[in-house]
């Protein structure tokens, strides 16, 4: 009896060990292979990693500045900011909402300074470094000169 609940027991630890190696190794999207992904799609960047050892991007692309924050499970958020937008606060209302109708992939809203704030999420299922990261990055540049055309301004 001593000796099954032993094996049992070794059993146990064993395929916990296995599952945790694994699943660490899989879900470790690691700031300079994200880096090297920028890097190979010709992005202009500053990199920085955040206390959570997650890779923190500033991206620029047409004149527009994004973050980009890429957790160590390949999830992202892509965010910027529009200063000084020269509209009224209930401008801006009107243009999230009428952006929030017609562009369903993007998050907005007024920070507490009265700027425009857009964000873009990605949920990496998988656990790993989106393959596809420079897909997203194009996206959400993309969204943005959207969002710009949207301005009463334009």
């Known amino acids: 009896m001593q000796k099954k609940s032993l094996r049992l027991f070794f059993s146990v630890v064993m395929i916990s060990v296995a599952l945790g190696l ?5 879900a470790d999207c690691d700031p300079m292979a994200v880096r090297q992904i920028l890097e190979d799609g010709g992005w202009r960047f500053e990199a920085e990693t955040d206390e959570n050892g997650q ?27 529009y200063v000084d937008t020269g509209l009224t606060r209930q401008e801006s209302l009107e243009l999230i909402n009428e952006a929030s109708s017609r562009l369903k992939y993007v998050q907005m809203w007024l920070d507490e300074d009265e700027d425009l704030a857009v964000m873009y999420s990605v949920a990496e299922w998988n656990n790993v470094c989106p393959d596809n990261l420079t897909d997203h990055i194009r996206l959400f540049f993309s969204l943005m000169r959207s969002v710009q055309e949207l301005h009463p301004e334009s």
């Open 22 to 26: 694994s699943h660490s190794g899989r």
């Open 55 to 81: 890779g923190v991007f500033t991206i620029t692309s047409d004149g527009i500045t994004a973050r980009a924050v890429v957790e160590r499970d390949g999830d992202a958020q892509f965010m910027a900011f």
